[in-house]
């Protein structure tokens, strides 16, 4: 007799369940934030005030990085290159939900938020996250070393893509202003999703050795992790989903209040295209930064330089076409004292890391870029 007894049933399917539900995989809070994101949207709580508005943020976030967490996952099941574009488009969904829910709610200089998401994007990336991780790296290892051929490769494409987004618009003449034509925005969308289609292609498939650590001990560990299983992955892409949709719904409710919060105490607009792409960032930041304190800066340069081309290459297009259906205005050029920022922090990148080997110098340099670009954007 084969048969299962009922008593080998109800040890079976808790069995199954831990498996399908591995604390390193699918943890319970990744579970749990889109669930509560579900119920805080059912209940409105993020045009509650007080104590509403606060546990419907805190939702949002938690919702979020369980998003992330999830796309990271189903990126891990399905390999490369598809695993990159997962992420990425994963990324770009929650900021573009982010950007466009605050664009139709109409207040202050909304038509300026893609511009300046983007822009923090680039500067939190470019001397943010690679500052930490040089200064982290560079005080516990002293000197650290990465493959030269990738970063020059992804640098390359990161100074084309945000030279023709955010410069090119404050000197054409078709339309005045920072504003491109329909045509020209469209035009702009292309190139830049060429562009990063372009640099995945080579990343994940033609020239793959570009990316990869020069010495076998300091390739990360999730590198050769064991993938999902097929349950987990699924699991994990059902979960996403229903994250996507609370991360969207939220940020529609929420965005009104917090326009008012950002223009009643005085402050310029610009600070909530910072924090979106300080939150969207959050933890691809953090995986960086650990990836260099564990002497594996290729890691970590790899996860930053690929999420600022991914805020490009995808945000541009998706903002672009939201803009162009919803009819919502869309102002691209950034000012002279953002140029005058970005022109410096593409030339110190090119500088600082054009040797291959990288100090607490050069993590210090762009950190201290990287206060400024906060300090004038507070105090213009």
């Not at 007080?50 to 805190?58: D, L, Q, T």
């Not at 959050?282 to 999420?307: F, W």
Request: net charge neutral.
């Amino acid at each position: 007799m084969s048969g299962i007894s009922a008593e080998g049933q109800q040890t079976a399917t808790p069995a199954v369940a831990r498996k399908l539900l591995d604390k390193h995989m699918l943890p319970i809070w990744s579970l749990a934030m889109p669930a509560l994101g579900l119920i805080a949207i059912a209940l409105s709580l993020g045009k509650m005030g007080g104590w509403g508005v606060i546990v419907a943020s805190v939702i949002l976030i938690g919702a979020v990085l369980a998003a992330v967490h999830h796309a990271e996952v189903v990126a891990h099941r399905v390999g490369e290159p598809f695993g990159t574009l997962v992420l990425a488009v994963a990324v770009t969904v929650i900021e573009v939900s982010l950007i466009v829910s605050l664009m139709t709610s109409g207040g202050g200089d909304a038509a300026t938020l893609a511009r300046d998401t983007v822009f923090a994007a680039i500067m939190i990336i470019l001397n943010g996250i690679v500052g930490i991780c040089l200064l982290v790296g560079g005080v516990r290892h002293h000197e650290q070393t990465f493959a030269l051929k990738g970063v020059s490769a992804a640098l390359c494409v990161l100074a084309a893509m945000a030279v023709l987004s955010l410069i090119l618009p404050n000197y054409t003449l078709s339309a005045p202003g920072p504003f491109f034509t329909p045509s020209q925005l469209i035009f702009t969308a292309v190139v830049s999703l060429t562009l990063y289609a372009t640099f995945v292609l080579i990343q994940t498939v033609r020239h793959r050795d570009y990316f990869l650590p020069g010495d076998i001990h300091d390739i990360d560990e999730d590198t050769h992790a064991d993938p999902p299983t097929n349950g987990q992955a699924w699991l994990a892409f059902a979960v996403l989903i229903a994250a996507l949709v609370s991360v969207v719904l939220l940020a529609k409710d929420l965005a009104p209040t917090l326009e008012r919060a950002v223009l009643s105490a005085g402050l310029p607009l610009a600070l909530v295209g910072v924090a979106i792409a300080g939150l969207v960032l959050a933890p691809e930041s953090l995986a960086a930064v650990r990836a260099a304190r564990r002497n594996r800066l290729q890691t970590s340069l790899n996860l930053a330089l690929g999420s600022a081309l991914a805020t490009i290459g995808l945000t541009i297009p998706a903002v672009a076409i939201a803009s162009l259906m919803l009819g919502l205005p869309i102002a691209l050029g950034i000012d002279a004292k953002s140029m005058t920022l970005l022109g410096l922090s593409l030339i110190v990148a090119v500088l600082s890391l054009g040797t291959g080997r990288t100090t607490v110098l050069q993590g210090m340099v762009h950190l201290l870029i990287f206060a400024s670009y906060l300090f004038v954007t507070v105090i213009p």
